[in-house]
């Protein structure tokens, strides 16, 4: 079977197209023919290595197949899995977390729980698109301290959320989730291109930050602030987040944009506020198992889309061209980069 590997950290360019024997799955496990892979920032960040000063210089396997995210159809079972799972057309995520095989291969096997069914209807182009972005904006909107610990139909009720960078693949995941938990949902970006594509994924509320004052466009529409911040920018963002958040609110950040972030304390300090960060890979196991739930009902209901129409531009690459695909995703190309396998 035909694979993308990398044997060294480094540029795009490390990553290149081999063939291996296929792979049986064992106890636990099933057999998944990859139809897409999905890039992610976290995949070309791995592919990339750690950062100066870390001690490891080379990946800690011989050869790593990049990407976390995918979707495709179970071929073959290992011992203890279902043998009617055959056939189910999943969408898989974690593939590549402490592992040496990711999605960027026509066959991949991976314990039965990261396989995940596709409910009908939904593509498996969308299927690709879930995994780290939903699984990480469900984390955002429900890790806060008097939250909802699942989401659904009127979770979010009378809650105000900022989705900071709406037209990014977590971005546009949040956006809808929010929405369909019943959310007011207002969201920041920097052109007239990602309004379009944040109001298509749901947003209540667009506010272009390069041409008006963000804190004052927010607190219009909200004078009493924002209950949840979804964060990508927490560094540029510090300022305008203080400035919006509303007695007791979260501000949850998943990327950062520097190394620190300077505060205020006693702003903070008055309105009870909290400052929570969120790493999907580590989260608790309970944690993703609601997020895996909900995410599917999700889907099932036809709020988790795919598409520029719905606010999520795909980018396809065959399977060959994985180093031009990391590159468009390390360059912040808009949209959802996925290979066609």
């Not at 429900?142 to 989705?163: I, K, M, Q, Y």
């Not at 969201?187 to 930050?209: I, M």
Request: with cysteine; proline share 8%; net charge negative.
């Amino acid at each position: 079977m035909r694979a993308i590997v990398f044997e060294r950290f480094g540029d795009p360019e490390v990553l290149h197209l081999v063939d291996r024997p296929e792979p049986d799955p064992g106890p636990g496990e099933v057999l998944v023919r990859v139809a897409f892979s999905g890039v992610n920032p976290t995949d070309w960040k791995t592919r990339r290595g750690p950062g100066p000063g870390q001690p490891s210089e080379d990946p800690p396997f011989p050869k790593m197949v990049p990407n976390q995210d995918g979707a495709g159809t179970i071929v073959e079972v290992g011992e203890g899995v279902p043998a009617q799972r055959v056939g189910e057309r999943v969408w898989l995520w974690e593939a590549a977390w402490q592992r040496a095989d990711g999605t960027a291969q026509e066959l991949v096997t991976l314990p039965a729980r990261q396989a995940v069914p596709l409910p009908e209807g939904a593509s498996l182009e969308l299927g690709a698109c879930l995994g780290i972005p939903a699984l990480t904006a469900h984390r955002c909107l429900t890790v806060t301290e008097d939250g909802p610990r699942h989401l659904g139909p009127d979770t979010l009720a009378g809650r105000a959320v900022l989705v900071a960078g709406g037209a990014g693949a977590v971005g546009h995941a949040a956006i809808e989730l929010a929405r369909w938990s019943g959310a007011q949902v207002v969201t920041t970006v920097s052109s007239p291109e990602k309004a379009e594509l944040a109001r298509a994924a749901g947003a209540h509320h667009v506010v272009n930050y390069r041409s008006e004052d963000a804190a004052l466009a927010v607190r219009r529409l909200f004078p009493n602030g924002v209950d949840i911040i979804v964060e990508v920018a927490p560094g540029a963002n510090a300022e305008l987040d203080q400035a919006v958040l509303d007695h007791r609110g979260t501000i949850v950040a998943y990327a950062s944009d520097r190394d620190s972030v300077a505060l205020r304390i006693r702003p903070f300090m008055v309105t009870n506020a909290r400052y929570q960060f969120v790493l999907v890979y580590t989260e608790p196991a309970s944690a993703k198992s609601r997020a895996l739930e909900d995410v599917q009902m999700a889907v099932a209901a036809g709020s988790l889309k795919a598409g520029r129409e719905a606010g999520l531009p795909l980018h396809r690459f065959p399977l060959e061209r994985a180093a031009e695909a990391h590159r468009a995703v390390e360059e912040n190309i808009v949209g959802k980069v996925i290979l066609e396998i």
